[in-house]
């Protein structure tokens, strides 16, 4: 097969499906000019071009955030073409970064890479708090909004500084409209985290590690503020949260690297990163093709993440 005739045939199922589905097919048709611009091999190497189209098609569909559950999914344009969608979205990694250009949507000079620790930090144990905390996730008044707002703030006066039910009470607030409450809320876990790591404002974080119960709450605060940031457009602050997270503790376990890595590879929210690589069971990520996909965006990002691989490699 030519590749004129592969070109030919993805234009072709191209136009097919933004007739069907009622999409501006010159924009689409746009995307794909500037895949054949920067990765002409692509085209050229295709093994299946309806795949190939798919992928052009959920990429196009993924720069105007037009996918997933209040768009089109995956799953939709793989039933169009009769096309498994892990199969799209495994094809997709090189068709979207060629469709956006080589660099995604940061240069990988544009991000200052956070400190090394230089002390280690380990939290003092509150487990009373702790105590209250989990036994409220496992009541009824958990499911009563307004018992449950009551509850968490009772929890977060008898220890203001176990953070946990700040990240909760966030949750039911957002979910009642209270933002200017919710955003206030998940503040204070922030601010309250710093302090009690020590950390002065430009400062690297000190060695956090998950291994310590201890931490854990801190770490899953710093984490929560870093979502809700990214959430609210300040990607850039999140970005650089994530990634303190991930030096204070490279063994990474609350996944601070992907999220880093979404936020490069142009994602608007950690709600868009979780559809788009969430397991088809219904549970959790699916962990290979989120892997597959951090191997390549972090090869774009060396000053980001070269160090990361560096580190694991001394573990092997």
Known sequence: MTFWFKEQRVRDDLERFAKAKNMNESELSQCFERLLMHRPEIVENAQNVTLLAASVIYSYLRMHNLHGRRGITAKEVGDFFHIKPSAIQQKLFYVYDAMVGAS???????????????????????????????DFLESGTAEKIDSAIEALREIIKKDPDYLDPYIELYGYLTETGEEKEAIETMKTAYERAIALIGVSKGKGFPAISWLFQENRHI????????????????????????????????DDNIGA???????LDG????????????????YGLNVMLLNTWFESVSLRFPKIFEWWHMEMEKRL
């Open 257 to 263: 690297r992907y999220a880093a890595a979404a936020i």
């Open 267 to 282: 994602f608007e929210s950690h709600d868009e990163f979780e559809d788009r690589f969430s397991s088809p069971d219904g």
């Open 104 to 134: 995604g949507f940061w240069m990988d000079g544009e991000i200052e890479l956070p400190p090394a620790p230089k002390r280690e930090f380990v939290d003092m144990d509150r487990y009373d708090a702790a105590s209250e905390y989990w």
């Open 219 to 250: 770490v899953r605060a710093l984490y929560s503020y870093a979502t809700m940031l990214w959430g609210r457009k300040e990607k850039k602050s999140a970005l650089q949260l994530y990634m303190q997270l991930l030096r204070s503790n490279p």
